[in-house]
């Protein structure tokens, strides 16, 4: 079985940076992709970024798209978010979730395994 633990969550200025860990242990961290989503209060879960088992496909929402990078060390069992230029309406609840599909899935249900979150707040 998988477990997923998010950190590096916290309170942060408009335009500044955080970078989101995520660290896996059980099962085998190669054989799954990484997606981050986020959740706001009022809204639903939406997706953020996907980074392929193999490490070497990523993807992201179009509203990230040049501010956020994903990446994964399967060497390490660990996954990142790395965001920049962070704005007001990034603020959420951010998820760190596991896919052993091959296919790239941008919609949380198709995701095996999650995280409990971390909260981002960016102030103005």
């Known amino acids: 079985q998988v477990e997923l633990v998010e950190s590096g969550g916290g309170l942060v200025q408009a335009g500044g940076s955080l970078t989101l860990s995520c660290a896996a242990s059980?099962?085998?961290?190669?054989?799954?992709?990484i997606g981050w989503f986020r959740q706001a209060p009022g809204k639903e879960r939406e997706f953020v970024a996907r980074?392929?088992?193999?490490?070497?496909?990523?993807r992201y929402a179009e509203t990230v798209k040049g501010r956020f990078t994903i990446s994964k060390d399967n060497t390490k069992n660990t996954a990142t978010l790395q965001m920049s230029s962070l704005k007001p309406e990034d603020t959420a609840v951010y998820y760190c979730?596991?896919?052993?599909?091959?296919?790239?899935?941008?919609?949380?249900?198709?995701?095996?395994?999650w995280g409990q979150g971390t909260q981002v707040t960016v102030s103005s």
């Open positions: 979730a596991g896919d052993r599909s091959a296919v790239s899935h941008a919609d949380a249900a198709r995701y095996r395994y």
């Open positions: 059980g099962g085998t961290f190669r054989n799954y992709a």
């Open positions: 980074v392929s088992r193999g490490a070497g496909i990523t």
